[in-house]
């Protein structure tokens, strides 16, 4: 499989995502598994002597364009074709790599994932999750958490299917529960936009409803997957970051459950249900961060989760049901 | 003035209501505030020794029905008219009383708010507020925490102002900051109603406001009120409440920023915007909060608070703005 990734992303780039690429390749010893590094030659050249004793398992693929991380996204991508994320995004179309990641421009990513990778045919709204520390070490997935501000019913239906072929396939959970944030715990509790998703949840197929998720329970092993809209999704992801912040970084707390709010440890936002996997990566990432979103990509490429949501989605449009069409 | 308190109410009631009275009393010293304690006597009996130093600063009011934590609101309300809760409300509409809570039945406590005090001519939706403890010690103000899970934008520009009132005559803030909850920084951002929100309250007169504020801003001191519909107050405020229960409580971190989560501390959720006082503690309510939920209410009463947002609300009935007419 060949990984991409834009070296020049994030704040620290290109140092920490080669140091991150060297994390992964004195870890991993798949042969199988080769790296394109896409990103501008002259800014990596200091870098590259990383890793001179992984010859023959990455390619470093030119891109002499760079797209900054306060650039108009549609602009940057259109007037600079030969920059790390447009290449990225062609390699990716072209076949050419099989996952593409970046810790740069986050609009400059959606946008090509949005309107040059699109949407998986069925699938109404592509969807951001982020796994949520658990008690017991294990990741919960919380979607949407920010790109679908205002949805409909349907869409949580979605997410629920996109958010369980994640936590089955990616995450290794088993059987995956899913539950619809809410603020209470009967059905009929809720704001209307829960109090119409309950009832399309309990009927959908191929999913494990288990029914109402309320704040608290999030860091629990009550679901493994955790619907909502992404204006809920938003704030409460990065509340409990700056949480992390504060406890972990600030106050120095060691504590392996507070430790597992560190985004370095999953490394990037997986974007489910489009046609190509594409992760994007926090603008702060050091390398761990690039090690583990490489290990992500790995993941998501060897467990073929995007064609396991093309057969899914590709049923419910030959089998319409009633969540996929309101 | 006479702080009226259900001491039947809550799962540790009426032993630590009563604990919680002394522990006012022994630290209070003004012979203005007058404690009326509501429930029954007989219940109450094997208590009462521990006021027995404080002869004359308080009063019991036999209250021999009972309503359980699981009873429906109204129904126990009409068929339990001698039920500390109802018995309560009665004795504040009469004025018998200047303030009334509980920690008991919290639907009741809805019910007997918004069908027996009523909102406050002008206001759309009363709405119950948290504090949230931030980094230097003090506390921002987060509403609503759950009773308005749908809200229009006129809603939250009342949110605003009942929070603006309430931060700066009970939590003691000077021209407290007003942000809008939302999942960006800039104007334009978030969602439907928080895009719409947004420039109802950078006109509205009388408030502070200062622009968005993201789920990460809710702990610093970038505004002292942060307003949101009840879904994401809601989410959040038991989320924040989970990670004191799993790092403070669960393993034993000690930390002032950690403990300011501890509800106890500010004891109970204020009603905002409805004709006299009320305060809704939480069921499992120790002594200390019951002592914290009657110096807050102490503070609502000689604050005025109730009459400030009348008076602020007649001059809207009186002037129509357009943010109260929508």
Same mark, same amino acid.
């Given at each position: 499989?060949?990984?991409?990734?834009?070296?020049?992303?994030?704040?620290?780039?290109?140092?920490?995502?080669?140091?991150?690429?060297?994390?992964?390749?004195?870890?991993?010893?798949?042969?199988?598994?080769?790296?394109?590094?896409?990103?501008?030659?002259?800014?990596?050249?200091?870098?590259?002597?990383?890793?001179?004793?992984?010859?023959?398992?990455?390619?470093?693929?030119?891109?002499?364009?760079?797209?900054?991380?306060?650039?108009?996204?549609?602009?940057?991508?259109?007037?600079?074709?030969?920059?790390?994320?447009?290449?990225?995004?062609?390699?990716?179309?072209?076949?050419?790599?099989?996952?593409?990641?970046?810790?740069?421009?986050?609009?400059?990513?959606?946008?090509?994932?949005?309107?040059?990778?699109?949407?998986?045919?069925?699938?109404?709204?592509?969807?951001?999750?982020?796994?949520?520390?658990?008690?017991?070490? $294990?990741?919960?997935?919380?979607?949407?958490? +920010? &790109? *679908? @501000?205002?949805?409909?019913?349907? #869409?949580?239906?979605?997410? !629920?299917?996109?958010?369980?072929?994640?936590?089955?396939?990616?995450?290794?959970?088993?059987?995956?529960?899913?539950?619809?944030?809410?603020?209470?715990?009967?059905?009929?509790?809720?704001?209307?936009?829960?109090?119409?998703?309950?009832?399309?949840?309990?009927?959908?197929?191929?999913?494990?409803?288990?029914?109402?998720?309320?704040?608290?329970?999030?860091?629990?092993?009550?679901?493994?997957?955790?619907?909502?809209?992404?204006?809920?999704?938003?704030?409460?992801?990065?509340?409990?970051?700056?949480?992390?912040?504060?406890?972990?970084?600030?106050?120095?707390?060691?504590?392996?459950?507070?430790?597992?709010?560190?985004?370095? $440890?999953?490394?990037?936002?997986?974007?489910? +249900? &489009? *046609? @190509?996997?594409?992760?994007?990566? #926090?603008?702060?990432?050091? !390398?761990?961060?690039?090690?583990?979103?490489?290990?992500?990509?790995?993941?998501?490429?060897?467990?073929?989760?995007?064609?396991?949501?093309?057969?899914?989605?590709?049923?419910?449009?030959?089998?319409?049901?009633?969540?996929?069409?309101?």
């Amino acid at each position: 499989m060949k990984i991409g990734l834009d070296i020049m992303g994030g704040d620290y780039a290109p140092a920490e995502a080669i140091k991150g690429v060297r994390l992964f390749l004195e870890q991993s010893h798949d042969s199988n598994v080769h790296l394109v590094l896409i990103g501008n030659k002259d800014a990596a050249k200091p870098f590259m002597s990383e890793l001179e004793p992984f010859q023959g398992r990455f390619t470093l693929v030119d891109a002499p364009e760079i797209i900054g991380m306060h650039e108009h996204p549609t602009k940057a991508l259109k007037e600079k074709p030969n920059s790390s994320i447009s290449m990225g995004f062609g390699m990716l179309l072209k076949g050419k790599v099989d996952v593409f990641m970046s810790a740069g421009n986050t609009g400059a990513m959606l946008v090509g994932s949005m309107y040059s990778v699109k949407a998986i045919e069925g699938v109404l709204r592509p969807t951001i999750a982020s796994p949520i520390p658990r008690l017991d070490g $294990k990741f919960n997935l919380l979607l949407d958490v +920010g &790109i *679908n @501000a205002d949805c409909k019913p349907e #869409h949580l239906v979605q997410f !629920a299917q996109l958010g369980s072929l994640y936590s089955k396939h990616v995450l290794g959970m088993e059987n995956p529960r899913v539950a619809l944030l809410n603020i209470g715990e009967e059905e009929g509790k809720g704001n209307l936009l829960a109090q119409s998703t309950y009832p399309l949840l309990k009927e959908c197929q191929g999913i494990n409803f288990v029914g109402n998720a309320e704040g608290r329970d999030v860091f629990t092993n009550k679901a493994e997957v955790i619907v909502c809209e992404g204006f809920a999704g938003n704030v409460m992801l990065k509340m409990a970051e700056s949480l992390y912040d504060i406890l972990a970084i600030q106050k120095g707390f060691k504590d392996p459950f507070l430790e597992d709010f560190n985004f370095e $440890k999953y490394g990037g936002t997986p974007i489910l +249900g &489009i *046609n @190509a996997p594409v992760i994007i990566g #926090h603008g702060i990432s050091h !390398a761990l961060a690039f090690q583990n979103m490489i290990k992500v990509a790995e993941k998501i490429v060897s467990s073929n989760l995007t064609d396991l949501i093309k057969e899914q989605f590709k049923q419910q449009v030959d089998t319409p049901t009633e969540a996929a069409n309101n």
